[in-house]
């Protein structure tokens, strides 16, 4: 049996775990509101029609602030049309989905949603097919007092107190072809530069995200950041990264590294904005927000499930449904590791999306609401991980990948919060045969005590959470778990996630 060890020091501090990296997204896409989070006719429904048995589960989830409202959507998307009384509202087509926008669920609906799952609003703002002006439009709308026409709509619509909105992403995933409005990064950065200094003039406290690469693997990477960041740098806060991975042909080994290539992303961006950074003489460094990040089966959705013709624009179809697996769970788990590792310069998070669209939770219309795989490994995650996060140099036998050679068959990261004097050490093994006995040495921190374990395995790989069996995965207390004069041990059954709290 392969063995790993490692050892943990609260002095080998990467960066504070900041709450916001466990953000979440709620793109108007396919079921995500309309038959997700939304369904008056529920019988869990409250009275404003937001399902219950789903706001416990965000809760639940453990999300922190939640980007929305889009995503592709958001490039086409008139705000306006969203606020207002709810019989005035038009319906649009969303060209992004090939679907039919209702807008019964607009800002103010969606407000209240957060503040009943208790979390923060990140805006994006549309500068696929519109511009500066329609962007501070919307930031007066959200942010002023009152005392103008904008403002005083909002008050005049419900809603006295400002949103008071402080995240904001300057358009969506504008370097991709598949985007309305899609520019090149010289167009994009001088009108993403122009847009953060009109809003700032009207609310300098507000952080901008500027949008960086839809993938590592788009043609304009690295080059696409230094432009757009040679443009915006003094203007804005964080630079986006996007990311979604699935298995391609069955090579379930590359699937399992998926974390290495966000690695090599979020360095990649990071030295190209320390570049800029050093080229202008700067003393401003731009982090991270990884605004979309997630398993998906994206092959799928481009051969299978594509919705066309002029005459068929449905409402709320399902869309991007993906049933996650424990495989999915495991790479998912290790992708929030490879986040915890970059807590320096990964501000902040969001996972791509929450309910029925690529989501930990799933809904039936008229029906039960369940966790998918993938929502254990973040709920527990967001749960433990405290303090700061620890660097961990991992000695352990590496496998070989087709895509990314030979990679470390156990990846770790830990946390650790002095205030408690709580711990959290996150693992997955990767080895598809293997159980992996890991040693951590343990005593700088003076844990003692192994308060909870996780182990999310399965010897059915492809097993998951359905409507006919919503309960099929879950993780279970891992009981090789040993702690002994500053030495924890554990065995992590092969293609598994686990997490252990210390005290
Ligand atoms: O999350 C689904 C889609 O993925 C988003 O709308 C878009 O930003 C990305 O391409």
């Not at 466990?22 to 309309?34: C, D, W």
């Not at 398993?295 to 799928?300: F, H, N, P, Q």
């Not at 002994?484 to 059954?493: C, E, F, S």
Request: charged fraction near 25%; hydrophobic fraction near 40%.
């Amino acid at each position: 049996m392969p063995t790993a060890r490692m050892t943990l020091s609260p002095d080998a501090v990467v960066g504070t775990v900041r709450r916001e990296l466990f953000g979440g997204f709620v793109e108007h896409l396919g079921r995500h509101v309309y038959d997700g989070i939304y369904e008056p006719g529920h019988e869990s429904a409250d009275a404003e029609g937001f399902r219950e048995d789903v706001i416990e589960l965000v809760k639940e989830l453990g999300v922190s602030t939640i980007r929305y409202p889009g995503g592709n959507f958001v490039s086409g998307f008139r705000w306006e049309d969203s606020v207002g009384p709810r019989d005035e509202r038009p319906r649009r087509l969303d060209l992004a989905w090939h679907s039919t926008e209702t807008n019964e669920v607009g800002l103010h609906e969606f407000s209240h949603w957060l503040e009943k799952v208790g979390s923060d609003l990140m805006l994006a703002v549309n500068l696929g097919t519109r511009g500066t002006l329609e962007a501070i439009d919307l930031l007066e709308y959200c942010n002023l007092p009152g005392g103008t026409e904008i403002s005083e709509r909002r008050i005049r619509n419900g809603r006295g107190e400002p949103f008071d909105v402080r995240v904001w992403c300057l358009g969506n995933e504008m370097d991709g072809p598949w985007q309305l409005g899609h520019r090149s990064a010289e167009d994009y950065g001088k009108l993403a530069s122009r847009t953060a200094k009109g809003m700032r003039q009207l609310d300098p406290g507000i952080r901008l995200v500027a949008c960086g690469s839809s993938s590592a693997h788009m043609p304009t990477f690295g080059e696409w950041e230094r432009v757009v960041l040679t443009h915006t740098y003094d203007d804005i806060d964080l630079i986006s990264c996007h990311a979604y991975y699935e298995e391609h042909d069955g090579d379930l080994g590359s699937f399992l590294a998926s974390a290495v290539d966000m690695d090599g992303f979020i360095e990649t961006v990071v030295a190209t904005a320390d570049h800029v950074r050093a080229v202008r003489g700067s003393d401003k460094q731009i982090d991270i927000s990884f605004d979309e990040w997630n398993v998906w089966y994206l092959s799928r959705f481009e051969n299978v499930d594509k919705i066309e013709g002029i005459d068929n624009w449905p409402v709320a179809p399902r869309l991007l449904e993906d049933v996650y697996s424990v495989k999915d769970a495991v790479v998912f788990g290790n992708l929030m590791i490879s986040l915890l590792k970059h807590a320096d310069r990964v501000a902040s998070a969001s996972l791509a999306q929450l309910v029925n669209v690529i989501a930990p939770i799933m809904t039936e219309p008229g029906g039960p609401a369940w966790r998918q795989t993938t929502f254990f490994p973040f709920s527990i995650t967001s749960r433990l991980a405290k303090g700061v996060a620890l660097k961990v140099d991992v000695s352990v036998p590496t496998y070989e990948t087709t895509r990314y050679g030979a990679v470390p068959l156990v990846d770790a990261v830990a946390t650790h919060d002095a205030n408690s004097a709580e711990s959290a050490v996150f693992l997955v093994n990767r080895s598809t045969t293997d159980a992996v006995v890991v040693a951590v040495d343990v005593s700088a921190l003076g844990a003692s005590e192994v308060r909870e374990s996780h182990t999310l395995a399965d010897t059915d790989l492809d097993a998951a959470n359905t409507l006919e069996n919503p309960e099929r995965v879950a993780p279970h207390v891992n009981e090789s778990v040993r702690l002994a004069d500053g030495l924890l041990t554990v065995t992590l059954p092969p293609v598994s996630w686990t997490a252990l709290a210390l005290a």
